[in-house]
C-alpha cells in the first residue's frame, strides 16, 4: 500500500511539473521577455537599436494583459506601452483609438487563413490582412515553435506591412506589429535582432552583427563626405556618386536584414544592376576605413 501511495504521489507531482511548464511555456512575453530590433534613422540614416520589454501585468476589459514598454517612439504610429494578451494560441493586441482588443496572431490557423487588423482609424477603412502560405516549425534553444510564412493585402500605401514570418510565442521575425507608417520621417524597427525570455532563453536570429551592434548615418560621419544614390525610386539600377576616389566594398540588404547584392565601389561613381531585385526598399552600406554609412533606395519595376 505504501508504495502505490507513493507511486500516486510521484505520478501527481509529475503532472503538476508537467502542467506548470507548459502553462509557463505557453505563455506569451513573459515578463522579462525582450526584443531587439535593428532602428533606422530616415534623415540622418544612422543605425541604432529598438526594444520592446515585457515589464508586468494589468487587467483590461477583464482580460490579464502583459505590458510592453518600448524604448522610443518609432514610426509604427503606436503607443510606447502596448497591453497584449494571449488565449489558446490566439494573441490580441488593445487598440486604444477604438477602446477594443484586435487579434495580431492566430497560431491555430491553416494555410490559406487570414487575420485583419485595422491600423489606427485613418481612415475608418483601413485594414491589413495578413494571409498564411504555409506553416512550419523552427526550433530554438531546443524549444519546437510554430512557425507561419505569411504574405500581405492591405488598403492604403500609408500602411505597409514588411514581415513575412511568424513565430510562435515571439511574434513576428521583422517587427511585432505588421505595419510601418509611410508618411512618417523619424525612424522605424525592424528586423529583430534578437530575444529572450525566461523560458525560451537567449536567440540571435542572425540579421545583424549582433544585438547592440550600430553604425552611423552619412550626416555624423562627415559634413564633407557626401553619397549620393540616384534615381530614388529606381528600376534595373541605381548609381552611387561619391566625392572620395578610394574603393570601398558595399552590400545592400533588403529590409528583412538579407544581403541581396555584395561589390566594390571602383570610383567615384559607380552603376549597380537592381533588374533582379524584387520591388521593396533596400539599403546600401558602404564600409570605410572605420564607419559603415547607409542609404536608402526603392525598387520599383
Known sequence: MKKIGSMKKIILITAIVIFFCNSLFSQWAPVGAKWTYTETFYMSTAIDTFTIRSIGDTAIQSHQCKILKKSAGICDCRPI????YED???????????????MLYNFNANIGDSTVIYPADYPSNDYIATIIDSISTININSHVLKKLFVHHSFSSYFWVPI???IIENIGDTYYMFPWVYG?????????????EDIVIGAYNFGTAQSCDYTTVGINEFDNDFKIYVFPNPASNQINIKTNFKKRYYYNIYNLFGQLEQAGILQSDYTTISTSDFSNGVYNIVISTENKDIMKHFIIEH
Request: with cysteine; proline share 3%.
Open 163 to 165: 514581415g513575412n514570418e
Open 183 to 195: 508618411g512618417c520621417d523619424a525612424s522605424w524597427a525592424g528586423p529583430l535582432r534578437c530575444y
Open 81 to 84: 506601452r502596448e497591453y497584449i
Open 88 to 102: 489558446s494560441g490566439k494573441v490580441f493586441f488593445y487598440d486604444n483609438s477604438r477602446n477594443s482588443f484586435q
